[in-house]
T-cell receptor, first 114, second 116 residues
Framework: AQSVTQLDSQVPVFEEAPVELRCNYS??????LFWYVQYPNQGLQLLLK??????LVKGINGFEAEFNKSQTSFHLRKPSVHISDTAEYFC????????????FGTGTRLTIIP | DAMVIQNPRYQVTQFGKPVTLSCSQT?????MYWYQQKSSQAPKLLFH???????NEADTPDNFQSRRPNTSFCFLDIRSPGLGDAAMYLC???????????????FGPGTRLTVL
């Protein structure tokens, strides 16, 4: 069975400062990793995904994430945040055998301070 | 050009009164999913359809049922809603190629269910 841990439930960051949202996963097989963003009262939108290849993945809205197999991590980063980045961010994992099933972390609420 | 549409966006029902939530998609995707998301929690998969094949999660209560009459539509039926079923219900779709690595799941805006 696979699992995802997002250690930080809330992250406050000043506008234009860099941010890192942490995600660690546990799985015994090859995994596929995702970051989704959820704005208030909306569904989830895909930010980026790692399927294979380059471990540095670039996504929408200036976000990027790095897959680190040895540390079983997939941390999300942005060099300079904007007020509009205020949202809930979910890390998710699926595996090679049950590709249709996503397991989500508990989410990190990112709050941008003006 | 909405791709995954959920109706209604907000639904209020009474304790024990059956309710149906609707999801439609214009992506012609093979797989459709229903998730339950309670306040400040991660989305939890209830079940999914791969074409017409229904896949129920082991811990999904019997109170929750689903129908997929065609490729475009999928319904979530809650037979006897309890107070604990109040949540956001998210529908998602994916291409479901079954060959290359997994496809992206595209989510609808969700239906927020209130149980009085």
């Amino acid at each position: 069975a696979q699992s995802v841990t997002q250690l930080d439930s809330q992250v406050p960051v000043f506008e234009e400062a860099p941010v890192e949202l942490r995600c660690n996963y546990s799985s015994s097989v090859s995994v596929y990793l995702f970051w989704y963003v959820q704005y208030p009262n909306q569904g989830l939108q895909l930010l980026l995904k790692y399927l294979s290849g380059s471990t540095l993945v670039k996504g929408i809205n200036g976000f990027e994430a790095e897959f680190n197999k040895s540390q079983t991590s997939f941390h999300l980063r942005k060099p300079s945040v904007h007020i509009s980045d205020t949202a809930e961010y979910f890390c998710a994992v699926s595996d090679h055998y049950v590709r249709e099933k996503l397991t989500f972390g508990t989410g990190t609420r990112l709050t941008i301070i003006p | 050009d909405a791709m995954v549409i959920q109706n209604p966006r907000y639904q209020v029902t009474q304790f024990g009164k059956p309710v149906t939530l609707s999801c439609s998609q214009t992506l012609n995707h093979n797989v459709m999913y229903w998730y339950q998301q309670k306040s400040s929690q991660a989305p939890k998969l209830l079940f999914h359809y791969y074409d017409k094949d229904f896949n129920n999660e082991a811990d999904t209560p019997d109170n929750f049922q689903s129908r997929r009459p065609n490729t475009s539509f999928c319904f979530l039926d809650i037979r006897s809603p309890g107070l604990g079923d109040a949540a956001m219900y998210l529908c998602a779709t994916s291409r479901g190629s079954g060959g290359p690595p997994t496809d992206t799941q595209y989510f609808g805006p969700g239906t927020r269910l209130t149980v009085l």
